[in-house]
């Protein structure tokens, strides 16, 4: 039994490879009467990215001009969480002097609306972005959904969006789970949790017990029936999600074996084996792949690798800049 003293109000970001059910993930989560994770939000990461050109919080002129920027754009999805624009860009205007209490009030409001105590986010990309979310929410709780690289890789190259090919999509599943990995061993059991996609959908009670568990939470049944929710918590824009509006199919696991292509299952087993073991996930065995398609491929990985180191530093840099801190605060400070 989870006493009110151990009860939980830190944030719970959903994270993990594209592909890999982080959504199925939310809807588990938001069906649990006490948390709400909104539909995935365009807001956090780019806030951060260009929090030099909203200035000084401190001044509440800077926090309403922040604030317009999160409300008033479409690119970044407020206006699928149902809040009232006016009344989240006041209480921005109003609050802490910090991004983060900024970036937190906008998704606090959502759980509001929904009588929900404790609020988060899902994103596959802060999978790759854990650095910069603890900069803004120190206290925040990670949950990563792992699934099989073959199997996220063969659903990107379905998908309307993705237009990198195969080469990138296998690249992106290796650099997360290297980069996860890291911060899975930094942070440790209180604020990093990792579950695998094909355990949740096959049996889910027991992996959302210990995911609770985790949080501080009871464990609520209704979390393993996320297609009650999936009507209303996933736009109806993701046709790529409508596999969460049925109940949970173990057949999505593995069908990697009849969408990728021999030579695509060697590459594979050669670029991701042993990830792919750390995880539980049998090799195919099969042959080395083509030379000129494994250099094709670590050209992709190193120019993925690069990118993020660009990216690392020039977040450094922008840190010198910073006229204040970023971290959030207590909506009473």
Not at 73 to 87: I, M, P, S, V
């Amino acid at each position: 039994m989870v006493t009110s003293a151990s009860v939980c109000s830190r944030p719970v970001f959903v994270l993990g490879c594209p592909r890999s059910g982080t959504t199925l993930l939310q809807l588990m989560l938001h069906a649990h009467p006490r948390i709400a994770l909104p539909p995935e939000t365009r807001f956090v990461l780019p806030a951060y990215a260009e929090r030099l050109r909203f200035g000084d919080l401190r001044e509440r002129g800077n926090r309403a001009r922040l604030a317009e920027w999160i409300t008033a754009r479409k690119e970044t999805r407020f206006h699928e969480l149902g809040l009232d624009a006016q009344t989240v860009s006041a209480r921005i205007a109003d609050g802490p002097p910090t991004l983060g209490s900024a970036l937190g009030t906008t998704l606090r409001a959502y759980a509001e609306r929904h009588g929900k105590a404790r609020w988060g986010d899902k994103r596959p990309a802060y999978a790759l972005h854990v650095e910069e979310i603890l900069r803004l929410f120190p206290d925040a709780q990670f949950v990563h959904l792992v699934r099989d690289g073959r199997d996220c890789a063969a659903s990107l190259l379905r998908m309307p969006w993705w237009h990198s090919g195969f080469h990138e999509a296998v690249a992106t599943w290796a650099q997360v789970m290297d980069v996860t990995r890291r911060h899975a061993r930094r942070l440790g059991p209180d604020s990093w949790h990792e579950l695998r996609f094909e355990d949740l959908v096959a049996d889910p009670e027991p992996r959302l017990r210990a995911l609770c568990a985790y949080l501080g939470e009871e464990y609520d049944p209704a979390m393993t029936e996320p297609h009650r929710l999936a009507a209303t918590a996933v736009p109806a824009r993701k046709t790529w999600h409508r596999n969460t509006h049925g109940t949970l199919d173990v057949s999505r696991a593995g069908d990697w074996r009849q969408r990728l292509t021999p030579d695509q299952i060697r590459l594979c087993d050669t670029v991701l084996g042993d990830r792919l073991a750390r995880h539980g996930y049998e090799p195919a065995r099969a042959v080395r792949p083509d030379p000129a398609e494994l250099l094709r491929y670590r050209r992709v990985a190193a120019l993925r690798r690069a990118a993020r180191a660009k990216r690392r530093t020039l977040d450094r840099l922008a840190r010198v800049r910073e006229p204040g801190p970023v971290a959030a605060r207590p909506a009473t400070a």
